[in-house]
């Protein structure tokens, strides 16, 4: 082979790894920033536990498990303490699979299409949850107020 060749992949593979990790820091920290919207006594989770998707096979395969139910849960609590409930299950489905993605990306000829399926699924979930982060940021907190949709006095 041509050494300009295998500098070129070189390159390119580390441009492809730099990408990554920049993506998943971006990921991780929009996460975080959407916890930090949560009120505390709404969370299930503290934001900076997010980061412990880092950790090695923990945080790609077990911790996801605990993580996105809690995340789905915290903001089921909070937009109902907003009086503005959501349709749906806040991402705790998408939250799910994809660890399972992760699981599958180990059976040899499914990897690739699990590898696809995490990107895509990924990217719905980072993008839904970025939209709620958005949400919480325009819908004022009611500081543990419930107010009535109802605008009969008597209610």
Request: with cysteine.
């Amino acid at each position: 082979m041509n050494g300009g060749i295998i500098i070129m992949i070189v390159l390119l593979y580390l441009l492809l790894l730099g990408g990554s990790i920049t993506a998943s820091i971006l990921y991780i920290k929009n996460l975080q920033d959407l916890l930090k919207q949560v009120d505390p006594k709404n969370r299930l989770v503290h934001p900076g536990f997010v980061w412990m998707l880092y950790i090695p096979f923990y945080g790609a395969v077990i911790f996801p498990f605990m993580l996105y139910p809690r995340i789905a849960e915290s903001l089921r609590k909070e937009f109902d303490e907003r009086n503005s409930p959501q349709p749906g299950d806040y991402g705790k489905s998408l939250g799910i699979v994809l660890p399972i993605l992760i699981c599958c990306m180990i059976i040899p000829f499914l990897n690739i299409l699990a590898m696809l399926g995490f990107i895509v699924i990924g990217i719905i979930y980072w993008v839904k949850m970025a939209q709620y982060k958005g949400m919480l940021r325009s819908i004022p907190k009611t500081d543990g107020v419930r107010i009535s949709s109802n605008s009969d006095l008597l209610d």
